[in-house]
Nanobody
Framework: QVQLVESGGGLVQAGGSLRLSCAAS????????MGWFRQAPGKEREFVAA????????YYADSVTGRFTISKDNTKRTVFLQMNSLKPEDTAVYFC?????????????????WGKGTLVTVSS
């Protein structure tokens, strides 16, 4: 089992920045691909970013490319999502996810572990 706990959400003005963190506990953290998803009010959950278990390859949704950066610190068992140039349409609950396959994260199905989410609100 892997437990994931997100933090760092909050209220920010458009154009601002936030950094989300996801602390992992349980099984070997470094063996898992990690990712972030988000769900806006009234919408389905969508893929935001992911990287391979080695951290060597990253993937982003088109809507966040160039603005968001995913990173991982194996020593701290934490994955981060740095969000810059935030827009009101980025408002959502952001979820951390872990899976043995980065493909599952990119496709958004068959994912092994989920966090409970942290709310990000971007005001205009």
């Amino acid at each position: 089992q892997v437990q994931l706990v997100e933090s760092g959400g909050g209220l920010v003005q458009a154009g601002g920045s936030l950094r989300l963190s996801c602390a992992a506990s349980g099984r070997t953290f470094s063996n898992y691909a990690m990712g972030w998803f988000r769900q806006a009010p009234g919408k389905e959950r969508e893929f935001v970013a992911a990287h391979t278990w080695s951290g060597g390859t990253t993937y982003y949704a088109d809507s966040v490319t160039g603005r968001f950066t995913i990173s991982k610190d194996n020593t701290k068992r934490t994955v981060f999502l740095q969000m810059n140039s935030l827009k009101p349409e980025d408002t959502a609950v952001y979820f951390c996810a872990a899976d043995s396959s980065v493909l599952h994260l990119r496709m958004g199905y068959g994912i092994d572990y989920w966090g409970k989410g942290t709310l990000v609100t971007v005001s205009s």
